[in-house]
């Protein structure tokens, strides 16, 4: 597999941080979620040559709408009757259903300007977060006048004590396994894309397509179809995102609640250099830096770094996963190089 | 009696040279206008669709004229209402005037936003050291400094670009959250007031700007519409203008005449950080006088529509400030009088970028031949993502 250089780095991390505050794990992996699948999204959408800096639009959407989606659904069928395992209920699979549809209609929106109108892919982005902004804000604010009842959001796996009380390892697999439903299959989802963008065809293709079109055409690989496909797949995923944020994260919808989670899931893809599990290597150090971040506030040890962290103010770490995406990016330590057609339309051959 | 009079020559030259100038003038607006159009229809559309949301109503087909009537009176109606119009479109001058200079030269600047923060703060700052002094010294003061800090938050990626390639849309982004974070630790720490209950700036003093016209029309108004010439002049009529203009039109061909496209980047986006810096100074010293610690603004992500729609002219940015001014302004009233929340104008917003990014299909749509597309400024953007230094 393809070198991950912050692997290490973000296990040295843990380390460290289980070390001094061990409850912020669980936090951490609970904050990263949302950013992996943002930058999953940008991982498979940029692979295949397309940028799109419309993700945080698209989380936001889809936090909506299945936010939306659940009160039209308990309006209809009633609340329902969990299952004793995540609480899964008719309205909240049709809310997650509804919010990933919606992500890949505004991704295919994103990939018609950008793929067969090739406008710029910018300002299509640009489109997608204005237009989510104003959308969902404009909705909100006429819906919750009538304080409407939701569907309510998963419960967590409920992980037995034995294990989350194992020595060394148990702290880790209540991190990683407390979580609900989306949280839990986005890693298994990010693990699996690894896998396909690496090891398949389809992950050949992709990669073939984002690196240069004109070569992987010449060999019959569908380019235009392939891009749009892989768009559209990577808004779905996005959306997942935003579904997690108003059904698993809390369990309604906030005005403006993506909050800036779509772009620090770019940085993640760029310092994870365009890998799914770098991605996530990535995600996870940035969720850890605001989970210690807001951990010192509330308890900083009481020993001379104890102090020093709590000199430092808090918002240092609100900035941190930003500027070491552009440390990263100006190449000062590693460089990290995107797909050689990223961001660049495709005119076919025989067209020209 | 004689004959009607046939036009002499010179008489056709200069109807042909009007209606020439007219076509030419069409050709330029025709777009911007149809989006316009296109997007307040798309908007009518939403209004009625939505008001059958409350319940127990049927759908209302009158409520977006009342609502579009309302959207008028608040924004030109009155002359609060115009003036507030004004208000809100000097920091978009400002601000569309820097995105578009950076178009000019082939970049795209999404950092506006923290450019506008960060100058807000460093005037602030600024004017806590001349406190004591006059206002004749205290705002030329507190505006130089908000242009200088404006301009170093531009300069940053813009250097980043030309030394490493690094795209200035990711590094610009990126900068914004880290100017939020830094405005939000300066406003909570050395810059706040002592004993505030909530992290607050202490005021301007000295350094507000003098009302010139109306409830609350400042001198930043006028300063702002000064940028106007004063950028078409530097764009169309100097060196450094023609330098910009070849750099975004072809980095190769301008290097091989002698230009130095790295320098010419740092030095556009520096500029552009200025004028956003700028329009941040004049929000802060002419209206808020204050800043608080989860201060914000919608300005930077107007201003790249306001940019786009503007066509990175000057004149166009002018044009384009002021209708997003006079929506910002009368969207409040629009709320209130026709109960029509008042983010449809981010709506619109995103309706006209739509329609202005989808021109080929509205060319054809509406037949439209002659008229320019209005996004040729930003084609030579894309190709330089990421991975590619320029030399």
């Known amino acids: 597999m393809t070198d991950i250089p912050v692997l ?51 989380m936001l959407t889809a936090a909506f709408v299945a936010w939306i989606t659940g009160v039209v659904a308990v309006g209809f069928l009633g609340p329902g009757e969990p299952t004793a395992i995540f609480g899964l209920t008719v309205p909240l699979l049709l809310a997650v259903t509804a919010a990933v549809l919606s992500g890949m209609v505004l991704a295919a929106l994103h990939a018609w300007l950008s793929i067969s109108i090739r406008a710029d892919q910018i300002i299509s982005g640009v489109i997608l977060n204005i237009a989510a902004l104003g959308l969902t804000g404009y909705l909100n604010t006429i819906i919750s006048k009538q304080s409407p009842h939701g569907a309510g959001g998963f419960q967590a796996l409920d992980v037995p004590k034995f294990l989350t009380d194992l ?56 380019v235009i179809g392939l891009r749009y496909r892989n768009v559209i797949l990577a808004g ?20 403006g609640m993506s909050a800036g989670r779509g772009f620090i899931g770019l940085a993640a893809m760029i310092v994870g250099r365009w890998t799914p599990i770098g991605a996530l290597g990535a995600a996870l150090l940035f969720a850890s830096s605001s989970a210690i971040g807001r951990a010192i506030g509330f308890a900083a040890p009481n020993n001379d770094m104890g102090r020093f962290l709590d000199s430092i103010p808090p918002q240092f770490y609100d900035a941190l996963p930003y500027l070491v995406t552009i440390i990263i990016l100006a190449g000062v330590i590693g460089r990290s190089i995107p797909p050689a057609a990223d961001g660049q339309p495709y005119e076919r051959e025989s067209a020209a | 009696m004689s004959e009607p009079q046939q036009p002499t020559r010179t008489q ?84 569309g005037l820097g995105i578009g200079l950076g178009f000019k030269a082939g970049l795209f600047n999404i950092g506006a936003q923290g450019q506008f923060l960060l100058g807000a703060v460093a005037c602030v700052a600024a004017s806590q050291l001349v406190k004591d002094s006059d206002a004749l010294i205290a705002i030329p003061v507190a505006y130089v400094a908000g242009a200088l ?116 980047i740092a030095l556009t986006m520096s500029l552009a950080g200025m004028l956003a810096g700028l329009a941040g100074t004049g929000n802060i010293l002419g209206i808020n006088h204050q800043m608080n610690a989860t201060f914000s603004t919608t300005v930077g992500f107007d201003a790249i529509t306001v940019a786009l729609l503007g066509r990175s002219h000057p004149v166009g940015v002018m044009l384009a400030a002021l ?16 109960g029509v929340p008042a983010q449809l104008v981010d709506l619109l917003q995103a309706v006209i970028l739509l329609f202005l990014v989808a021109s080929p299909v509205i060319r054809r749509v509406f037949r439209l031949r ?11 953007m894309a190709k330089t993502y990421g991975s590619e230094a320029i030399r």
């Open chain 1, 8 to 58: 290490g780095f973000v296990i040295q991390f843990f380390g460290f941080l289980i070390d001094q505050l061990p409850f912020i794990a669980h936090a951490a992996v609970a904050v990263a979620i949302p950013i992996a699948l943002a930058a999953l999204c940008g991982v498979i959408s940029e692979r295949s040559g397309v940028v799109n800096i419309g993700l945080e639009g698209i």
């Open chain 1, 167 to 222: 020595p060394f390892v148990g702290w880790l697999i209540n991190a990683i396994f407390d979580q609900g439903p989306i949280a839990l299959s986005a890693i298994v989802l990010i693990i699996v894309a690894q896998i396909l963008l690496f090891r398949t065809r389809w992950g050949l293709r992709t990669r073939a397509v984002g690196e240069h079109p004109r070569a992987a055409e010449t060999v019959g690989i569908n």
């Open chain 1, 236 to 255: 779905g995923i996005a959306a997942l995102g935003g579904a997690y944020l108003s059904m698993e994260l809390t369990t309604s919808f906030q005005a």
């Open chain 2, 12 to 95: 056709n030259a200069a109807v042909r040279l009007v209606m020439n100038a007219g076509s030419q003038i069409w050709s330029q607006l025709a777009l911007p206008l149809l989006a316009i159009v296109l997007a307040l229809v798309a908007g009518a559309v939403v209004i009625i669709l939505t008001s059958a949301l409350s319940p127990g109503k049927p759908m209302d087909f009158g409520l977006p004229l009342r609502a579009y009537g309302a959207l008028l009176e608040g924004s030109l109606g009155s002359e609060n209402g115009r003036v507030s119009t004004l208000v809100q479109a000097a920091p978009l001058i400002l601000a």
């Open chain 2, 149 to 264: 800090v404006g301009a170093l938050w531009g300069f940053i990626p813009g250097f980043l670009k030309a030394v490493s390639g690094a795209h200035e849309v990711v590094t610009t982004i990126m900068l914004n959250f880290i100017g939020l974070a830094l405005m939000s630790a300066l406003i909570s720490g050395p810059l706040r007031l002592p004993k505030s209950p909530q992290p607050v700036t202490p005021n301007v003093g000295d350094a507000a700007l003098p009302i010139l016209f109306g409830r609350d029309g400042h001198l930043g108004i006028v300063i702002a519409f000064l940028f106007v010439p004063l950028v078409w002049f530097v764009l169309y009529r100097t060196t450094l203008g023609f330098e910009i203009r070849a750099v975004g039109a072809n980095p190769d061909a301008s290097r091989y005449a002698g230009m130095k496209p790295r320098r010419l």
């Open chain 2, 323 to 338: 209708l997003f001014g006079a929506m910002r302004a009368g969207a409040g009233l629009m709320q209130i009088q026709a």
């Open chain 2, 370 to 380: 002659g008229v320019k597309s209005s996004l040729g400024t930003t084609e030579t």
